[in-house]
């Protein structure tokens, strides 16, 4: 085990979860400004072990410890990028925070495109999912540098990352390439109409899927394996809302069924705090939490997966 030194000036308390709102901020300088983000730095660690070194954060506190391979991105080299896709997309900078106590950051950006969901049979009012991209990086090696798009389903404020992990924009680890990499990506930016255009197509097409309530029995099984009681709830929480028309389900169709999870998971889902192990501490907030939970695309493609499976669509 790896001893962290630490710094001889005074320790500050890490930064905590609080999503900052940055909608007046025209580019990532001021963005950045805003959350008071300067540069990080990295201490060799070769006279304690070799091959390792020491990430140090903008106000000089021992972060973590990584092989020297890793290289270190700066938060302005990590977002840089942004401007130019705001260009290219249309967004405007809405949020930006960290998570993990500081060694994670994220910033979030809403796209002026919506997508439409169709409504089916004699329902005048279909779905409308507000877009948003967001990027989100890591200063200790514990997540590449990801940019994704995310949904808002309006009508219920259900939040889902994208369902299709294939349609992520960009994901780049912290490697000697990664700036090359990314570069790469952004040359194929203008893909991410494309992307757009398939989880519209997507969505319309699970609009379009009559469902029984036996294939969404089937689908709630796979989603919510097992026998343990809090897994019964969940089915039964998400069967409550497969027909609940208040929040725009009507138990008809595979996107009912799509909606009755994401609504479970953005509004039913039970989240508690994390304490540090064999402390009364707390690590990361309920809060917290919740937002890492619903920037998660793995449950959503978990779900459509399990509609797959059932549906072969």
């Known amino acids: 085990m790896i001893m962290i030194p630490i710094s001889s000036t005074k320790l500050v308390t890490p930064r905590t979860f609080k999503p900052e709102d940055v909608s007046k901020c025209d580019d990532v300088n001021e963005v950045l400004q805003t959350l008071n983000i300067g540069d990080y730095s990295t201490e060799s660690l070769s006279h304690i072990c070799k091959g390792w070194k020491l990430i140090k954060d903008d106000r000089n506190q021992p972060l973590t410890i990584v092989k020297e391979t890793y290289d270190l991105l700066q938060p302005t080299e990590a977002f840089a990028f942004l401007d130019a896709l705001k260009e290219q997309l249309n967004f405007s900078y809405d949020t930006a925070g960290f998570t993990h106590n500081g060694k994670q950051l994220h910033i979030t950006g809403k796209m002026d495109t919506t997508i439409e969901v169709p409504a089916k049979g004699q329902r005048k009012v279909g779905d409308i999912l507000e877009l948003r991209i967001t990027v989100r990086t890591s200063f200790d090696g514990t997540s590449a540098t990801v940019i994704q798009i995310e949904a808002l389903r309006v009508w219920c404020s259900n939040q889902m990352a994208s369902w299709d992990k294939s349609e992520r924009i960009a994901k780049v680890k912290h490697t000697r390439n990664q700036r090359t990499i990314m570069a790469t990506a952004l040359e194929q930016a203008t893909g991410v109409r494309q992307i757009i255009h398939n989880l519209g197509n997507d969505a319309s097409l699970l609009a379009q899927r009559e469902i029984t309530p036996i294939e969404f029995d089937k689908i709630n099984e796979l989603v919510f394996a097992g026998t343990s009681p809090?897994?019964?709830?969940?089915?039964?929480?998400?069967?409550?809302?497969?027909?609940?028309?208040?929040?725009?389900?009507?138990?008809?169709?595979?996107?009912?069924?799509?909606?009755?999870?994401?609504?479970?998971n953005t509004h039913d889902?039970?989240?508690?705090?994390?304490?540090?192990?064999?402390?009364?501490?707390?690590?990361?907030?309920?809060?917290?939490?919740?937002?890492?939970?619903?920037?998660?695309?793995?449950?959503?493609?978990?779900?459509?997966?399990s509609i797959s499976k059932v549906l072969s669509i």
């Open 269 to 305: 889902a039970t989240r508690r705090e994390t304490m540090i192990k064999g402390t009364n501490e707390v690590q990361t907030t309920r809060e917290e939490n919740r937002f890492r939970a619903l920037s998660d695309s793995a449950f959503p493609v978990h779900v459509r997966n």
């Open 230 to 264: 809090q897994a019964e709830t969940s089915r039964e929480t998400a069967k409550a809302q497969f027909s609940n028309e208040r929040l725009g389900a009507f138990g008809e169709t595979a996107w009912d069924a799509f909606n009755a999870f994401t609504a479970y």
